[in-house]
Every structure is written in C-alpha cells, then in structure tokens.
C-alpha cells in the first residue's frame, strides 16, 4: 500500500475515534459539569482536529508531508496538554 494512503488511513481512524472520544467527554460533561470532563473533551479535540488539519494541509491546500505532519504535531501537543491540566483540577 503507498504511504500517502496508509497515513490517510490512519488519519481517518483517528479523526473517527478522536471525535467519538470528545463527543463522549461532552456528554459527560453536560450531563455532570465536571470542569476536568470539560478539558478532557478539549484536549481530546485538539488531538482530533491535529488529524484533519493535518491531512488538510498536505491534500488541499498542496503543502508537503512534513508540514502537514508538523501541523498535526502541534494540534496533538496541545491537546495533550490540556488532557494533562484537566487531569489535575478538581
């Protein structure tokens, strides 16, 4: 399989999961109001969007593979961050 198709691959599994993942976190949070929920659901979407964006940049808009992987490093970085602060407020 090329390379560009296993990674729009995976890239579509992850913007799948990630989004049931933060649809999930938005439920709970509306359903509790428990702010660290509310990061949760956040940070998982940063994560998710890093994907897209992603995937994006390097399809549409014609920017190379290692600006598109730098893009979704970045959207999953800070989402990781986020998850990290919402597991430590109470």
């Known amino acids: 399989m090329h390379l560009e198709s296993t990674i729009a691959l995976v ?6 999961l ?10 709970a ?3 509790t109001g ?6 949760l659901m ?3 979407g940063f994560v998710t969007l890093g ?8 399809q549409l808009f014609n920017l190379t593979l290692d600006v598109g992987i730098v893009i979704n490093a970045v959207l999953t970085a800070v ?5 990290t602060y919402s597991l430590f407020i109470e």
């Open 29 to 31: 949070y509306r359903r």
């Open 79 to 83: 989402g990781f961050a986020v998850i």
């Open 18 to 27: 990630g989004s049931a993942i933060t649809y999930f976190a938005f439920k």
């Open 42 to 44: 956040v940070g998982f």
């Open 11 to 16: 890239m579509g599994a992850i913007l799948v």
């Open 34 to 39: 428990d702010r660290s929920l509310r990061g």
């Open 51 to 58: 994907a897209l964006f992603g995937g994006i940049a390097h």
